[in-house]
């Protein structure tokens, strides 16, 4: 069975950091690409990371360009997105996805977690 277990959300205040991680079993996880998708209360999720199987490509909405980094680590399992200079409206639940193929859009994704709560807030 297919399990993405995210973790390290919390309450963090503006200009702030936090790194969250994705544990992944189940499937073939070295050949998935991943993402990091949020969704904020009333709106629409938005994938705001991706990366590539093998970590060589990596992908940033405009709205975390340069302030979020997403890496992974195939012999663990695990993909990270580290958070810095944290704004308020980054304020959201934060899923990990995967994808067999390049997501494009959140509809590409075909395993999910169950997500993490960041809170930007003084």
């Known amino acids: 069975q297919v399990q993405l277990v995210e973790s390290g959300g919390g309450l963090v205040q503006p200009g702030g950091s936090l790194r969250l991680s994705c544990a992944a079993s189940?499937?073939?996880?070295?050949?998935?690409?991943m993402g990091w998708v949020r969704q904020a209360p009333g709106k629409e999720r938005e994938i705001v990371a991706a990366i590539s199987s093998r970590g060589t490509r990596t992908w940033y909405s405009n709205s975390v360009k340069g302030r979020f980094t997403v890496s992974r680590d195939n012999a663990k399992n695990t993909v990270y997105l580290e958070m810095n200079s944290l704004k308020p409206e980054d304020t959201a639940v934060y899923y990990c996805a995967g994808g067999s193929s390049w997501p494009d859009t959140v509809d590409d994704m075909d395993y999910w977690g169950k997500g993490t709560l960041v809170t930007v807030s003084s």
């Open positions: 189940g499937f073939m996880f070295s050949s998935y690409a």
